[in-house]
């Protein structure tokens, strides 16, 4: 049973292009969290999703960040016109059903190292 | 608004000593707790998940103890070993909006000395 896959595991980009991060959840998962960490911080969350609908994007950039999860596929982040402030590690996470209730555990992927040069 | 800290930021000790990581929370109301270790490069690995109603979490050498009404946590690593290097999250649930969302300190970066 593999667990949250994430590619790239690391990304380069300069100023101005396009990043795209993908996240395939746990077998049965059917929610997603994307949360970033900055160097010296703590993880920050982003968004989090259910197939075709984002739940909550309170901690997402208002501006070029968006995200989807789609019926099929890996879920997406896309990070527009990246600049240098958007280097961090971005990791995803997964859980079964029942997103807020005490026993429903995340599990994390190893991360999306973003560099933008 | 949910704050998580986590003192020491860094911790060295050597080999074979008992350390205990400690991790503070403001919102008392929470659904559980966990504790991670991130190797440097990778990701999360979860160690200890103690529910808002448990005391605490024993798995190997690592135990965890929380006391929700204080706002406060513990790790504690027996006979620790060089292996035991990295950075150790701790991160808390919130009830309420946003519950689904992890509040996560910035983490005590451990390095034990051969």
């Known amino acids: 049973n593999a667990g949250v896959m994430q590619n790239p595991r690391h990304l380069v980009r300069r100023r101005g292009q396009e990043a795209r991060l993908r996240c395939s959840p746990m077998k049965g998962h059917s929610h997603v969290y994307w949360y970033r960490q900055l160097p010296e911080e703590g993880l920050k969350f982003m968004v989090y999703l259910q197939k075709e609908n984002i739940i909550d994007e309170s901690g997402m950039p208002k501006e070029r960040f968006s995200a989807e999860f789609p019926k099929e596929g890996p879920s997406i982040l896309r990070i527009q016109q990246v600049v240098r402030g958007d280097s961090a590690a971005y990791f995803c996470?997964?859980?079964?059903?029942?997103?807020?209730?005490?026993?429903?555990?995340?599990?994390f992927g190893p991360g999306t190292r973003l560099t933008v040069l | 608004k949910q704050e998580v800290t986590q003192i020491p930021a860094a911790l060295s000790v050597p080999e074979g000593e008992n350390l205990v990581l400690n991790c503070s929370f403001t919102d008392s109301a929470i659904y559980n707790l966990q504790w991670f270790r991130q190797d440097p490069g990778k990701g999360l690995t979860s160690l200890l998940l103690?529910?808002?109603?448990?005391r605490e979490q024993t798995s190997g050498r690592l135990n965890a103890s929380l006391d929700k009404s204080s706002g406060r946590s513990t790790l504690y690593i027996a006979a620790s070993q060089p292996g035991d290097s990295a950075t150790y999250l701790c991160?808390?649930?919130?009830?309420?909006?946003?519950?689904?969302?992890?509040?996560f300190g910035k983490g005590t970066k451990l390095s034990v000395i051969p």
């Open positions: 103690i529910q808002s109603s448990q």
């Open positions: 991160a808390v649930k919130d009830i309420g909006a946003g519950s689904y969302q992890l509040t």
């Open positions: 996470a997964s859980s079964p059903t029942g997103a807020d209730s005490s026993y429903n555990e995340q599990f």
